[in-house]
């Protein structure tokens, strides 16, 4: 590995850590600011203003009201937080929907691609660069990811927390189902990938990326859910976040995709990620009610 390779990925290093304190500065930050948000919101002129159109909806149309208040109640699961989650995986379905149009047309993402690709080229002439990134996108590999998730079952039956271990495959077999399925009805092809690496499936999403972010963002969301201390919840999302991101990247890095395949990746799983945070909950919740 030559000086400038081993200056920039201790460079690189240096910069995640720092990013890392940076970040959760700013999470602190806003958690202290957002504590004083709703006292100030209900004595805001705005909030008074809607209070006449809250009556006369409540008053016109009661049932529709009755539908609203239970969608809009940030103290039930079912209420704010569900129609959170359900507007995220709508809005992640159409960025998905959005970016697959780019790519069948085949124009300026195809540029685009082939331009971070060409990008790369010199330094995969560096061995050890290879044999990093080598290491890390076989954290994403389909068998890699089918052993992380039966271990964590095991983990999470053993610890008392059956509950978690349902949307687990949920997540990871809805992803992977959405991946395959994806790969063969767009049959894109991949870009020339380097002698180290191979693969024989179509590029369009990649499976890696799609794995990592349903696989490693559950197992995340389960891990951080069980924390009391929210520096150490921060930690475990932020360094799975980095994780996931390190393995996407392998995946440009090696040729082996295209940066769209694994954004589509990480939108796929993103999506299932979703479905498996409210599947979760809503077992959660029947379980601490006592309901089979």
């Known amino acids: 590995m030559t000086f400038s390779t081993t200056a920039l990925v201790i460079g690189l290093v240096a910069s995640v850590l720092l990013l890392d304190a940076l970040c959760w500065r700013g999470v602190r930050h806003l958690t202290l600011k957002a504590s004083g948000w709703a006292p100030r919101i209900r004595t805001s ?16 149309h009661p049932r529709f009201y009755a539908v609203l208040a239970v969608r809009l109640d940030p103290h039930l699961f079912t209420g704010l937080p569900l ?3 359900v507007v995220g995986a709508i809005y992640i379905a159409a960025l998905l929907g959005g970016l697959i149009e780019e790519v069948l047309e085949a ?8 331009a971070i690709n060409a990008f790369f080229t010199s330094w995969r002439t560096e061995p050890l660069l290879v044999k990093g990134f080598l290491w890390i996108t076989a954290l994403g590999a389909g068998p890699t990811l089918t052993a992380v998730a039966v271990t964590a079952t095991a983990f999470l039956w053993a610890g008392g927390r059956r509950g978690a271990t349902l949307p687990l495959w949920v997540v990871f077999l809805g992803a ?9 009805a767009i049959d894109r092809h ?3 990938f380097i002698d180290a690496v191979s693969a024989a499936s179509p590029s369009f999403p990649s ?3 799609t794995g990592a972010m349903a696989v490693f963002g559950f197992l995340a969301y389960a891990l951080a859910r069980a924390l009391p201390e ?19 990247f392998s995946r440009i890095f090696l040729s082996v995709h295209y940066t769209t395949d694994v954004l589509s990746g990480f939108m ?11 599947l979760a909950e809503w077992v959660r919740l029947h379980a601490s009610r006592g309901t089979p």
Do not use: N
Request: without cysteine; proline residues 4%.
């Open 45 to 60: 002129r705005a909030w008074a203003r809607v209070r006449p159109v809250r009556a006369w909806l409540k008053l016109r």
């Open 83 to 85: 129609t959170l989650l």
């Open 107 to 114: 124009g300026g993402v195809l540029r685009f691609d082939q």
């Open 176 to 184: 992977e189902a959405t991946t395959w399925a994806g790969k063969y």
């Open 190 to 192: 991949r870009p020339m």
């Open 207 to 209: 499976g890696h990326a």
């Open 230 to 248: 929210p520096r150490g919840r921060f930690e475990v999302v932020y360094w799975t976040s980095v994780l996931i991101l390190l393995i996407g």
């Open 268 to 278: 796929v799983g993103g999506f299932w990620l979703l479905v498996g945070f409210g």
